[in-house]
């Protein structure tokens, strides 16, 4: 087994068989115990629910295992959980959760953890993933959640207050339950709001993985089928790498739409409608506040959500591709990469001015 970390305050890196010894003795001096597994390291959300718990000093021991991109490792977690039992267990991301909560079709109203409350986040769609109930509720007693997607239909409009869309293109793998669950989504969306699907799904290794270096093919195909934009609803292998898949769909003059508000922020997707999973993390630390703290039953717990999203529009790539956005978006867009823009726009001019001379 790989070298796992725990998080308090700072970070110390151990192996599972020390780790637990470690753990287990820590938990007499804390008051509040959380056990949370993130899947790719601890990213914003996961530090934003640590942060808000630090700053509201609230005497909590955050313990973190990150699995790595690893489903391996999550049978590990499971059973370390158990013999910790702490106070509550997070888990982020649909594989984690589904590898220590379980499904309804498996365990109905229970869980994995027993009587451990647990509190998911990053579940792209948890009512599709058979983890909770209902929408508005887990309808497991011992499992609280959160909401963290913008849904599909405001995601569809978004993209329509920018650019011309009637033919929307998805890329994904069919290993992804969470992409598989959003172009069921979309498929559904599609008569009502009056737009085609246009599906490019990535070859598969022995393994379940994408074969490698698909991405120019892939958006060639959607290219050719005259798509008008690529939407990346959910998927972790796009996000991954975003670089490639958004420079891919840049150079065949498609620009990319995105639920990841780091596929607009850290690379070249065009325009993102999406929760800061910062925030989101922080909404989780004040359902988990209200288990530890106040009583409440997770499960009695609605689903939480936040009561606004955020748009971000790459200004580089509007540029490049010439696709600027109208008044009404840059008034309250988050608007990323204007000094590049402007810079680029200043190197044409010179270069204009200097080709007349």
């Known amino acids: 087994?790989?070298?796992?970390?725990?998080?308090?305050?700072?970070?110390?890196?151990?192996?599972?068989?020390?780790?637990?010894?470690?753990?287990?003795?820590?938990?007499?001096?804390?008051?509040?115990?959380?056990?949370?597994?993130?899947?790719?390291?601890?990213?914003e959300a996961c530090q934003g629910f640590k942060d808000y718990l630090t700053s509201n000093e609230y005497p909590v021991e955050v313990i973190v295992r990150d699995a790595g991109r690893d489903r391996s490792?999550?049978?590990?977690f499971l059973d370390e959980a158990k013999l910790i039992s702490p106070?509550?267990?997070?888990?982020?991301?649909?594989?984690?959760?589904?590898?220590l909560i379980g499904t309804r079709t498996e365990y109905g109203s229970e869980t994995k953890l027993g009587q451990i409350p647990?509190?998911?986040?990053?579940?792209?769609?948890?009512?599709?993933?058979?983890?909770?109930a209902e929408k508005n509720k887990t309808g497991r007693p011992n499992v609280a959640g959160i909401r963290n997607r913008v849904s599909e239909d405001v995601q569809i409009r978004a993209m329509r207050e920018y650019l011309h869309v009637n033919k929307i293109g998805v890329v994904y793998s069919n290993a992804e339950l969470n992409s598989v669950l959003n172009t069921q989504k979309l498929k559904a969306l599609?008569?009502?709001?009056?737009?085609?699907?246009?599906?490019?799904?990535y070859?598969?290794?022995?393994?379940?993985?994408?074969?490698?270096?698909?991405?120019?093919?892939k958006i060639s195909e959607l290219a050719t089928a005259g798509v008008d934009v690529v939407y990346v609803g959910s998927s972790s292998y796009n996000l991954a790498n975003s670089d490639r898949f958004t420079q891919a769909a840049i150079k065949h003059g498609l620009p990319v739409a995105s639920a990841y508000d780091a596929m607009v922020t850290d690379s070249s997707a065009l325009i993102s409608v999406s929760n800061k999973y910062y925030r989101v993390g922080q909404l989780a630390a004040n359902q988990a506040v209200k288990i530890l703290f106040e009583g409440m039953t997770p499960g009695e717990l609605p689903?939480?959500?936040?009561?606004?999203y955020s748009m971000s529009i790459n200004m580089a790539v509007a540029r490049q591709m010439s696709l600027f956005p109208p008044i009404q978006l840059m008034r309250f867009a988050n608007l990323v990469n204007i000094e590049t823009s402007i810079n680029q726009n200043t190197a044409n001019e010179k270069g204009n001015s200097r080709g007349s001379q």
Not at 18 to 42: D, E, F, H, L, P
Not at 87 to 99: E, F, H, I, Q, S
Not at 303 to 308: D, G
């Open 190 to 201: 599609a008569p009502e709001m009056e737009f085609e699907i246009v599906e490019a799904l």
């Open 118 to 132: 647990s509190l998911f986040m990053i579940v792209a769609d948890p009512l599709g993933a058979d983890i909770i």
């Open 1 to 43: 087994m790989k070298q796992l970390f725990i998080t308090v305050v700072l970070c110390l890196s151990m192996t599972p068989m020390a780790s637990t010894a470690t753990v287990t003795s820590s938990i007499a001096a804390n008051s509040k115990t959380v056990y949370m597994v993130v899947w790719r390291g601890c990213e």
């Open 203 to 217: 070859a598969l290794d022995e393994a379940g993985k994408p074969v490698p270096n698909q991405f120019e093919a």
């Open 303 to 308: 689903i939480a959500e936040l009561s606004r």
């Open 87 to 99: 106070d509550l267990v997070v888990t982020w991301g649909t594989r984690v959760t589904k590898a």
């Open 73 to 76: 490792t999550l049978d590990f």
